[in-house]
T-cell receptor, first 116, second 111 residues
Framework: AQSVTQLDSQVPVFEEAPVELRCNYSSSVSVYLFWYVQYPNQGLQLLLK??????LVESINGFEAEFNKSQTSFHLRKPSVHISDTAEYFC??????????????FGKGTHLIIQP | EADIYQTPRYLVIGTGKKITLECSQTMGHDKMYWYQQDPGMELHLIHY???????EKGDLSSESTVSRIRTEHFPLTLESARPSHTSQYLC??????????FGQGTRLTVV
């Protein structure tokens, strides 16, 4: 079984400041890692994913995350946030089961609040 | 852009009523999932399916049931709704890999 810990339930930052949302996971098998974003009254949108290869992955809107196997972490970062980044961010893992995934295990989410 | 649709988006219903939440995807994905999300809390997998006539229960026990008669359709049914079923329900699908595409969700309120 897997578990995901998002250490901060809420992160307030000023506009144009950098931000880091922390995510740690626990698993006895290899996993895939994801960050999803949820805007108010919306479903989840995939922000970025780590499946294999380079441990640093980037999204099209300036976010990046780095997979650190030794620390079992997948922290999300952005060098300069915008007011439109205000949302709930979920870290998720999926166990590698060869033929695909048996669903995602999510963290409790981090509410990113951008202050003008 | 992922094409997965949930209806209704919002539903307020009385205790004891039978309800069906609809989920359809046009991507031909074999795997489909239902997640339950309580306010301010993480999502929990309640049902999943690997294809037609395949349904499995997820990590979180749920009184709801699902069916998968067609690849594109994965409805969730509550035979007798109760206030404890008030939550947001999110449907998702995936192809061969682990990446899941989510619908907009159905926010259910049972009064």
């Amino acid at each position: 079984a897997q578990s995901v810990t998002q250490l901060d339930s809420q992160v307030p930052v000023f506009e144009e400041a950098p931000v880091e949302l922390r995510c740690n996971y626990s698993s006895s098998v290899s996993v895939y890692l994801f960050w999803y974003v949820q805007y108010p009254n919306q479903g989840l949108q995939l922000l970025l994913k780590y499946l294999s290869g380079s441990t640093l992955v980037e999204s099209i809107n300036g976010f990046e995350a780095e997979f650190n196997k030794s620390q079992t972490s997948f922290h999300l970062r952005k060098p300069s946030v915008h007011i439109s980044d205000t949302a709930e961010y979920f870290c998720a893992v999926s166990a590698y089961s060869g033929g695909g995934a048996d669903g995602l295990t999510f963290g409790k989410g981090t509410h990113l609040i951008i202050q003008p | 852009e992922a094409d997965i649709y949930q209806t209704p988006r919002y539903l307020v219903i009385g205790t004891g009523k039978k309800i069906t939440l609809e989920c359809s995807q046009t991507m031909g994905h074999d795997k489909m999932y239902w997640y339950q999300q309580d306010p301010g809390m993480e999502l929990h997998l309640i049902h999943y399916s690997y294809g037609v006539n395949s349904t499995e229960k997820g990590d979180l026990s749920s009184e709801s049931t699902v069916s998968r008669i067609r690849t594109e359709h994965f409805p969730l049914t509550l035979e007798s709704a109760r206030p404890s079923h008030t939550s947001q329900y999110l449907c998702a699908s995936s192809e061969y890999g682990p990446e899941a595409f989510f619908g907009q969700g159905t926010r259910l309120t049972v009064v």
